[in-house]
Antibody, heavy 118, light 110 residues
Framework: QVQLQESGPGLVQASETLSLTCTISGGAINNYYWSWVRQSPGRGLEWIGF?????????HYHPSLWTRASISLDTVNNQFFLELSSVTAADSGIYFC??????????WGRGTLVTVSS | FTLTQPPSVSESPGKTVTITCSGSSGRIANTFVQWFQQRPGSAPTSVIY?????PSGVPARFSGSVDRSSNSASLTISGLRTEDEADYYCQSFDNSNYVVFGGGTKLTVL
């Protein structure tokens, strides 16, 4: 049974870089869109971006975040990563990693809470 | 491209409720819509994908539809149970195939 688990610091200083890891256990890494989605307190879901691997790797980001976000993949250790630079309080929230197969987000991690402190 | 949902709906146990998702452009007519359920303190889980398909384990009480003429999608839950009380989000893709979520609908089962 495939599982996703987010990890990373729960507290990040404003203007610093938020770094999160998603560990993929029990499944293949190829041919999926490995994605990050966040949810601000009391608000809805916001897609951040994805990394896609099938031999070569490609990434896509939300237009409002592409200058600050970077998603990468470690195929050896079955992990993918999110880095979000120059964070502000608006970046506080729950960060989910998720697997998407073509159109379907079929698997989600439990989420990790990140607070940006000034 | 935005997806608009009603902020809240409520219905009684055993009844049927429909949650709508309206696209700001004709994009829904040309791509797929997904629906997610999110209970408090939990991650979203898929209840409908590719407009009408139910993931394994999702009961047949959940159904999805798309009206391409009105650029809108709907999630219908029949035989409501108290455990269906949750937030529901629609999701689709814009012209660049970037992921777009609706604002979410809080379902209260009275």
């Amino acid at each position: 049974q495939v599982q996703l688990q987010e990890s990373g610091p729960g507290l990040v200083q404003a203007s610093e870089t938020l770094s999160l890891t998603c560990t993929i256990s029990g499944g293949a890494i190829n041919n999926y869109y490995w994605s990050w989605v966040r949810q601000s307190p009391g608000r809805g879901l916001e897609w951040i971006g994805f990394v896609y691997h099938t031999g070569s790797t490609s990434t896509h980001y939300h237009p409002s975040l592409w200058t600050r976000a970077s998603i990468s993949l470690d195929t050896v250790n079955n992990q993918f990563f999110l880095e979000l630079s120059s964070v502000t309080a608006a970046d506080s929230g729950i960060y989910f990693c998720a697997r998407r197969s073509e159109w379907h987000f079929d698997l989600w991690g439990r989420g990790t809470l990140v607070t940006v402190s000034s | 491209f935005t997806l608009t949902q009603p902020p809240s709906v409520s219905e009684s146990p055993g009844k049927t409720v429909t949650i709508t998702c309206s696209g700001s452009s004709g994009r829904i007519a040309n791509t797929f819509v997904q629906w997610f359920q999110q209970r408090p303190g939990s991650a979203p889980t898929s209840v409908i994908y590719e407009d009408t398909k139910r993931p394994s384990g999702v009961p047949a009480r959940f159904s999805g539809s798309v009206d391409r003429s009105s650029n809108s999608a709907s999630l219908t839950i029949s035989g409501l149970r108290t455990e269906d009380e949750a937030d529901y989000y629609c999701q689709s893709f814009d012209n660049s195939n970037y992921v777009v979520f609706g604002g979410g609908t809080k379902l209260t089962v009275l």
